[in-house]
């Protein structure tokens, strides 16, 4: 009996001591959450202030953006006419100057021509016009082979004119009836090509008038 009522009071103060263990678990759990809603609160509260802080700025980066956009705007609608202007201006003085460089080279070339034709239809050369025209063209453009063409063309038809005054004068060669295909005062007369041309022709009546 005695043991059975020392196992009954064990049992008791066990039974008390787990209560008490169970009471203090609940009571420390709900401190603990308590604390942690607190904390969370806490938490909270430090979020909002952060994102107040975070809107504010946003809030200022806007208004600078908006402000440094608005002052660009302003500068390029201030400048952009005046640079418009300036291109405006330019661009009429580039052509401008390139009209009155078309007009001077232009210039030049008719004087270069002028000058080439008046030495081919120079008395001593005898070019006729037409042919001293496109010549002298073709010197002032660098042609050489045009110049060359017409030098030949030159040549020809001066040694067929020639030829064609002795045989219509009736003009005979020399040592023949008398009559001498050129006369000394035509000879004096004549330019280089066309003493080149008795050279050519007439050897001996050049060398008589060379003398």
């Given at each position: 009996m005695a043991n059975e009522s020392t196992n009954t009071n064990e049992n008791t103060n066990n039974q008390g001591t787990g209560n008490e263990n169970a009471n203090g678990s609940q009571?420390?759990?709900e401190q603990n959450k308590q604390l942690t809603t607190s904390e969370l609160e806490a938490k909270i509260k430090q979020l909002e202030a952060e994102n107040?802080?975070?809107?504010?700025?946003?809030t200022n980066a806007s208004a600078d953006a908006s402000k440094h956009k608005k002052e660009?705007?302003?500068w390029k609608e201030k400048y952009q006419g005046k640079l418009s202007e300036e291109d405006r201006k330019k661009e009429e003085q580039d052509e401008q100057t390139a009209t009155l460089q078309k007009e001077l080279e232009t210039l030049?070339?008719?004087r270069n021509v002028a000058n080439f034709?008046?030495?081919l239809t120079d008395p001593a050369i005898?070019?006729?016009?037409t042919l001293a025209q496109e010549v002298a063209e073709a010197m002032?453009?660098?042609?050489?082979a045009k110049v060359f063409d017409g030098l030949r063309r030159f040549v020809e038809a001066h040694d067929k004119s020639l030829k064609e005054n002795a045989f219509r004068?009736?003009?005979t060669l020399q040592g023949g009836s008398g009559t001498k295909a050129i006369t000394k005062e035509q000879f004096n007369a004549m330019g280089y090509k066309e003493r080149l041309a008795v050279y050519n022709e007439y050897p001996d009546l050049y060398k008589e008038y060379t003398k």
């Amino acid at each position: 009996m005695a043991n059975e009522s020392t196992n009954t009071n064990e049992n008791t103060n066990n039974q008390g001591t787990g209560n008490e263990n169970a009471n203090g678990s609940q009571n420390t759990q709900e401190q603990n959450k308590q604390l942690t809603t607190s904390e969370l609160e806490a938490k909270i509260k430090q979020l909002e202030a952060e994102n107040g802080k975070l809107r504010q700025a946003n809030t200022n980066a806007s208004a600078d953006a908006s402000k440094h956009k608005k002052e660009a705007a302003e500068w390029k609608e201030k400048y952009q006419g005046k640079l418009s202007e300036e291109d405006r201006k330019k661009e009429e003085q580039d052509e401008q100057t390139a009209t009155l460089q078309k007009e001077l080279e232009t210039l030049r070339a008719e004087r270069n021509v002028a000058n080439f034709k008046s030495q081919l239809t120079d008395p001593a050369i005898g070019f006729d016009a037409t042919l001293a025209q496109e010549v002298a063209e073709a010197m002032n453009a660098g042609d050489t082979a045009k110049v060359f063409d017409g030098l030949r063309r030159f040549v020809e038809a001066h040694d067929k004119s020639l030829k064609e005054n002795a045989f219509r004068n009736n003009q005979t060669l020399q040592g023949g009836s008398g009559t001498k295909a050129i006369t000394k005062e035509q000879f004096n007369a004549m330019g280089y090509k066309e003493r080149l041309a008795v050279y050519n022709e007439y050897p001996d009546l050049y060398k008589e008038y060379t003398k």
